[in-house]
């Protein structure tokens, strides 16, 4: 079980009322009841012994009050009227129920001591029978699965501020409270804004123009439409859906966190989908089953088709360390299921499902046997038991005329390496019979069999001889090298030999031939001897003609010394023997000719894909517990019964569509949910894109729409919002357009002291909220604004590797198989692209990002936290990335605005915050600038910048560090 789904199932276990939420209960009303007041506290703390799934220990079930009055083996367990007779009170206040976990608390206690003196009360008369996915009335009253309604807009007084639907829900709500909307913020605010919104850049000076020098009444609407048709727009949207989708470049699960070398085409699909302003409807469906629309096999794909599986890659972003060779491979790939059912219910539906696998959910109407419905309509194309790695799971791309270029290739290099194969068995049995030689006679032709015969079929004679003589023993193709080493040695010995041998022979032939010299021309040979041949004397050249060996050396011994001479050429000849009995050499330049056979190929790509096997259908089990060692009853595909009990048209998902060639499941199910009935896929969805729009969700939990998660501030709006996207045909950029058109998100961010006393977090919408940029949005305006920034799309992720200070940097690894560290590698310009293109490693988040509070996919992202620490401060201050980018920064105000810092600062001030800067503040900036050049007198020669350079990167580096640049009013 996953991290955060091991605590969401503890958490629901051990949660109980707090004291307040106790006693606000208690208040309501003055007579209890049993589905209001009770039912939530037994669903916590017993059911999950009597009553849920047929669990009813002690044959007490504890589902209805009827059933709690006929009680079970210990009688009655409640005596209505009287608590202090009652069993289960008793044994409650005893603390021996529940056996196991957190008791109940006393205030809980008192409630349903209060309710049973009471006369245990129930609302409405009592099902004679229910089985074990009954859900009660007040459960499918809760809003969030009620049908989305056609809410009519309300009318408000202050009608002039309506520009959009919205509006009008929104002003009757703060007209109910005198309240109004605060003032419309500036237009240099409102293009900051929208450009962050919409494609998560700044403006750059000439986008700030084009719209600032617009006073066409419909300029901030052409701005819209401009930042709508960007390439950008989709990286920042898409962005968006991969954080709930748990998009990551690697498998994650254990240490190894293996990379995913395919995954980027599903973040592209995701970014071209948002470009191309793909429907929603049609965008979850490929993403569940867009394999279920095209025809397998899947071979030469057309253009859409293979889109179509790519956008299945939704269903493979889950962990998975199946292809690690995990300890406990069962438990690794049900986890697979579990987190992308976990992925699925979290970002679509808004519920938490995956608190329902091992019990039934203790807040929202999820019977356990729901959830293993849920996992079925998955389970095909999963198939625990059949398990496919993700290398299995991938689909190949290339062409039949790639393939066969490839396999002609392929056939060559086989070719060679079969060459090399038998030149590896030769040297095998050369060195077998060099190293036999150490092996006394008698025994060799008994070693070399013991050798030649393989490990299973040698005797314990046999494996006791190799024993003694290890060299032999450990002789094999992957261990000629090292007798290589041996023959390395060997030559270097001979070699040494002949050098010694030579110089002695040489030495001794001199002292002869001196000695055979009268003693009175001694001195004269040797200074004949010495002399150069070109300077030598009438004289001296006849004592070198009497007397020639004066003149012997290495090279010219053969003609003093014929047989020194040959022995020395032996020992010479035994050094080149060895050296060429050495076979590293020769197998690395057959295995390199090859490699670069093989390098000629066409590459072969994939695409991540989850597929069903043709014909192979698995049945779901329920887990008792959860645990997949524990299966029970089978149970067949279908939807949250709590929203199938609501609908007008009960919705069946086909266990085997006969009219497909695979079983349908998973597009029936999305159909279903596309269907404009479902109650929850709409609203989740626009409520995450107000989320991204007005910084809070209408719900504030955008992935638990059931009873934990906070109620709607608005739901009237946002069931009008729902309604309006399915009936305008599910497209996502009319919406964008509506929201921030209207006088709801045109507003400022300025307070006011009365608006806080009457509205404290801004529930109302009565300002817009200041906001800090996500990690991502920050690193691409700092590469923006030094006009660094590549803005290509698409492509394979950009490397991350660990820095010399342990940090995770962008840059291409060198590392070698003991974990050193190599020799940096240079990184190309790939370093300047926006930060969606950066490998999303889960264990090896980028640093920059990470400090700001970039997701970790476990398994995904439901919403992003916004932290304010102090290594914030210390990372903007000090890392070599900031410190490079400031740097930039300056260049390019240098490049533009060369020798005027007046005009540097206010560049910059355009580039960094989308507006002019004071007076004031240019005067102070500049002051600033002057200020930094002492401290750079000593330091700037070796930066390779002068002092001026050094203080202008200094005032960059703090712009970008500054409130002001990373947040968006």
């Not at 699965?145 to 309300?154: D, E, G, I, T």
């Not at 070719?415 to 077998?432: G, S």
């Not at 150490?438 to 050798?451: C, F, H, N, T």
């Amino acid at each position: 079980m996953n991290g955060r789904l091991f605590l969401a199932c503890l958490f629901s276990v051990s949660f109980s009322l707090s004291a307040a939420q106790a006693e606000d209960t208690a208040k309501k009303t003055d007579t209890l009841s049993f589905e209001n007041d009770v039912r939530k506290i037994l669903k916590i703390h017993c059911l999950h012994c009597h009553g849920e799934n047929g669990e009813t220990e002690g044959s007490l079930d504890l589902r209805l009050k009827r059933l709690m009055v006929k009680g079970g083996d210990s009688g009655p367990s409640i005596v209505p009227g009287k608590s202090g007779e009652s069993e289960l009170i008793a044994r409650i206040e005893a603390k021996e129920m529940p056996p196991e976990g957190k008791h109940m608390p006393e205030e809980e206690l008192a409630i349903l001591k209060r309710w049973v003196d009471q006369g245990a009360h129930t609302l409405r008369p009592e099902p004679e029978k229910i089985d074990a996915d009954y859900v009660f009335p007040d459960e499918l009253a809760f809003w969030s699965f009620q049908p989305v309604k056609n809410n009519a807009v309300p009318k408000v007084k202050q009608s002039k501020l309506v520009r959009q639907p919205v509006d009008a829900f929104l002003l009757s709500k703060l007209e109910e409270k005198d309240l109004t909307y605060t003032s419309e913020a500036s237009k240099a605010a409102l293009a900051r804004r929208a450009f962050f919104d919409l494609i998560g850049l700044p403006p750059t000076p000439a986008e700030l123009k084009q719209f600032l020098n617009d006073k066409s009444p419909d300029a901030y609407e052409k701005m819209i439409d401009r930042l709508l048709a960007s390439k950008h727009y989709g990286e920042r949207w898409g962005r968006h859906w991969l954080d709930v989708a748990g998009y990551a470049d690697s498998e994650g699960y254990n240490n190894k966190d293996m990379e995913r070398p395919w995954a980027y085409r599903y973040r592209d699909y995701v970014i071209r989908a948002f470009n191309e302003d793909k429907p929603y409807d049609q965008f979850l469906q490929e993403q569940l089953a867009g394999d279920e629309m095209v025809k397998p096999p899947y071979h030469k794909l057309k253009p859409e088709e293979m889109e179509k599986l790519v956008a299945t890659g939704f269903l493979r972003m889950a962990p998975d360390g199946t292809g690690s060779n995990p300890a406990e491979k069962e438990v690794a790939k049900n986890q697979v299921i579990t987190d992308t059912v976990d992925i699925v219910s979290s970002s679509i539906l808004g519920l938490t499902v995956a608190c329902a696998q091992c019990h039934d959910h203790k807040y929202d109407p999820i019977p356990q046997n729901d959830y293993y419905r849920f996992r079925a309509i998955f389970e095909p194309a999963f198939d625990w038991k059949n398990w496919r790695t993700p290398a299995a799971r991938r689909i190949s791309i290339m062409s039949d005329a790639d393939r066969k270029i490839a396999n002609e290739f392929e056939a060559e290099a086989k070719k060679i390496l079969a060459e090399r194969t038998e030149l590896v068995n030769k040297f095998i049995d050369r060195t077998l019979e060099r190293e036999l030689l150490d092996v006394p006679e008698e025994k060799r032709d008994a070693m070399r069999k013991a050798y030649k015969t393989t490990g299973k079929k040698r005797t314990k004679e046999q494996v006791a001889m190799l024993k003694e003589y290890p060299r032999i023993n450990r002789l094999s193709a992957g261990s000629l090298y090292l007798y290589d080493r041996t023959l390395h040695e060997q030559s270097g010995k001979e070699t040494q030999k002949a050098k010694e041998l030579a110089k002695t022979l040489v030495e001794k032939i001199k002292k002869e031939t001196l000695e055979k010299i009268p003693e009175a021309q001694r001195a004269a040979a040797l200074a004949a001897q010495k002399a150069d041949a070109k300077k030598r004397t009438e004289e001296q050249k006849k004592i070198i003609a009497e007397f020639p060996a004066l003149l012997v050396s290495t090279s010219n011994l053969a003609e003093f010394d014929k047989a020194g001479a040959a022995q020395v050429q032996h020992h010479k000849d035994e050094a080149k023997r060895f050296m060429e009995l050495k076979t590293t050499a020769i197998l690395k330049e057959y295995s390199d000719k090859a490699t670069a056979i093989r390098d000629k190929k066409p590459k072969e790509e994939f695409i991540r894909v989850l597929t069903e096997v043709p014909g192979k259908v698995p049945k779901t089990f329920f887990f008792n517990r959860g645990d997949f060692e524990q299966p029970k009853h089978e149970l067949l595909p279908a939807g949250l019964t709590v929203i199938k009990s609501n609908l007008e048209k009960t919705v069946e998902i086909p266990a085997v569509n006969k009219e497909l060639p695979t079983t349908g499941r998973r597009l029936a199910y999305a159909k279903y949910i596309t269907s404009g009935q479902h109650p929850l896929t709409a609203r989740v969805f626009v409520n995450r894109l107000w989320l991204h729009h007005f910084g809070k969700g209408i719900v504030a939990s955008p992935t638990d729409f059931g009873k934990l998660g906070i109620p709607p501030t608005h739901l009237e709006l946002l069931d009008w919002l729902a309604n309006d996207f399915v009936s305008h045909g599910w497209k996502i950029k009319r919406l964008h357009k509506m929201l921030m058109t209207s006088t709801a998100y045109k507003q400022s961010s300025q307070r006011s002291d009365e608006y806080d006393v009457a509205d404290p977090d801004n529930l109302l919408y009565g300002h817009m909220p200041v906001r800090r940029l996500e990690a991502e949005t920050i690193r691409d305006s700092i590469i923006a604004v030094t006009g660094k920034l590549k803005t290509d799309l698409y492509g394979q992720p950009v490397p991350v590797k660990e820095d010399e200070v342990g940090q995770i940097v962008v840059g291409v690894a060198n590392v070698d198989s003991a974990g050193r560290q190599g020799k940096a590698i240079k990184m190309d310009d790939r370093k300047f692209r926006r930060s969606i293109y950066v490998a999303v490693s889960r264990s090896k988040p980028l640093a920059v990002l990470d400090m700001f509070d970039a997701p970790k996919m476990e398994p995904n992202c439901e919403k992003r936290s916004s932290s304010t620490v102090a290594p914030q401060s210390l990372l903007m201050m000090n890392s070599g990335f900031m410190v490079e980018h400031a740097e930039y920064f300056a260049e390019r105000l240098e490049k533009e605005q060369a020798g005027n810092q007046a005009e540097q600062v206010k560049l910059a001030w355009m580039l960094a915050f989308g507006k002019e800067p004071s007076t004031e503040e240019v005067q102070q900036s500049v002051e600033f600038i002057k200020s930094q050049v002492p401290q750079f007198k000593t330091t700037a020669k070796a930066a390779g910048k002068t002092p001026e350079q050094l203080a202008l990167a200094t005032f960059c580096q703090a712009l970008l560090s500054s409130n002001g640049f990373l947040y968006v009013d």
